[in-house]
């Protein structure tokens, strides 16, 4: 039964139609306009509020049906863990068809400052490590699949909130999560 659902999953999805079902596409201010933007361009901070202010539904309640989802179980962990107060401190973005999106980031969870983005792919050659928290077909279909894949934004989150207080604390700069993850292509 287990193998049917995994073949499923990676038989029913092409990789346009599962990032566009997850990661629709920002409002037209945020769209890439060019060709390619360098890395470390793209990743600025100021880029990532563009594509926060240009949201294609509200990141509190976001429509896309896995997101939501996931959103819904990282606050469940977040808030056994004593850590969360309010559904609507958790959000979802979008960063489809932006900059962000030209280098792996498809989207990110975002929780009381902590960032965790992720790569909604089919695409077994990402496997082994990547910029984003990678998520295929079958982690959304796969209970114990699903379960790490929370766990492992989860612990992204709080990561990323930890290091932003102590850059805070030490008044040096920070560096995002995906920056720490893996070095640019």
């Not at 400052?113 to 992720?118: D, E, L, P, S, T």
């Amino acid at each position: 039964m287990r193998e049917a659902t995994i073949e499923r999953a990676r038989t029913e999805w092409t990789g346009p139609e599962w990032d566009a079902e997850n990661a629709p596409s920002v409002k037209e201010d945020a769209r890439l306009r060019v060709e390619y933007i360098p890395y470390n361009e793209a990743i600025k901070e100021s880029n990532w509020e563009l594509v926060k202010k240009n949201q294609p539904f509200d990141p509190a309640k976001p429509s896309p049906v896995y997101p939501k989802r996931f959103q819904l179980e990282i606050f469940k962990r977040l808030d056994r863990l004593g850590m969360v107060n309010q559904y609507d401190d958790m959000f979802y973005y979008s960063a489809g068809k932006s900059m962000l999106d030209q280098h792996g980031v498809d989207g990110w969870f975002e929780y009381s400052g902590g960032r965790a983005a992720v790569d909604w792919t089919v695409n077994e050659a990402k496997r082994g490590g990547y910029k984003s928290i990678l998520i295929f077909p079958e982690d959304v279909e796969i209970p114990e699949k699903f379960d790490n894949k929370v766990e492992e934004i989860v612990d992204a989150l709080l990561e990323d909130k930890r290091q932003k207080a102590a850059a805070r604390k030490q008044k040096s700069s920070y560096r995002p999560l995906i920056q720490r993850r893996l070095k640019p292509k």
